[in-house]
């Protein structure tokens, strides 16, 4: 694909559940970061992943928050028990190496009720 | 952590009219990083500021790195509907860092 999707486009689930968040970067980027935009706000690195190497996951809010990611291509974020100060947008990116620019996908509108 | 204090909140304003916005840290950054973001969709990367005191344009988008390289600010010159969004500043300090991003400037324009 052209750009970098994320699916679902919009997830409600009940406090306590747990979600997975999918993002498809660009084809050939070796480099893949998650954030989290709350609302209103800026958004907060979360964790990056750069080829085979031990992801950086310095962002990760709590232990609840986990992602995975298979070779250079797709990467799921999980939260587990999930609680209503979850809901935010969650937005994924893709560069082609750590210095290259950082091409955003749409995101993933969660809402924790 | 390392912050980002981005001015104006936000920007009421009349076509035509040129804005400026700007960021400021508490720590270096090694890039600065200007983006806007159209509702319902994610970042898009307006301009990228890599030296001390570079100055770079991107059509009516004028953006400029500080030599403390702890701030940056974005000028937009004779505005249009179309630059309706907001606009945040991205600082990262190495290459393999997550960025970091301001609370982001509204832009809204009056016709």
């Known amino acids: 694909g052209a750009g970098v999707s994320q699916s679902p486009s919009n997830k409600v689930t009940e406090k306590g559940k747990d979600v997975e968040l999918r993002c498809d970067p660009i084809?050939?980027?070796?480099?893949l970061y998650w954030y989290r935009q709350r609302l209103g706000q800026g958004l907060e690195f979360l964790i990056y992943?750069?080829?085979?190497?031990?992801?950086?996951k310095s962002g990760l809010p709590s232990d609840r928050f986990s992602a995975e990611r298979t070779g250079e291509s797709v990467s799921t974020l999980t939260i587990q028990r999930t609680q209503q100060e979850d809901s935010a947008v969650y937005l994924c990116?893709?560069?082609?190496?750590?210095?290259?620019?950082?091409?955003f996908g749409p995101g993933t509108r969660l809402l924790v009720l | 952590g390392q912050q980002l204090n981005q001015s104006p909140q936000s920007m009421f304003i009349q076509e035509g009219e040129d804005v400026s916005m700007n960021c400021t840290s508490s720590?270096?950054?090694?890039?600065w990083l200007w983006y806007k973001q159209d509702p319902g969709e994610g970042p898009v990367l307006l301009i990228a500021?890599?030296?001390?005191?570079e100055l770079t344009s991107n059509g009516r988008l004028t953006a400029q790195f500080g030599i403390t390289r702890k701030d940056s600010f974005l000028n937009i010159s004779a505005s249009i509907p179309s630059d309706v969004g907001i606009y945040f500043c991205?600082?990262?300090?190495?290459?393999?860092?997550?960025?970091?991003f301001g609370k982001g400037t509204h832009l809204i324009i009056q016709p």
């Open positions: 992943f750069q080829g085979n190497s031990a992801p950086d």
């Open positions: 991205a600082g990262r300090f190495g290459g393999a860092d997550g960025l970091t």
């Open positions: 990116a893709s560069s082609g190496s750590v210095t290259e620019t950082q091409y």
């Open positions: 084809s050939g980027h070796t480099a």
């Open positions: 720590s270096i950054f090694n890039t």
């Open positions: 500021l890599y030296k001390a005191g």
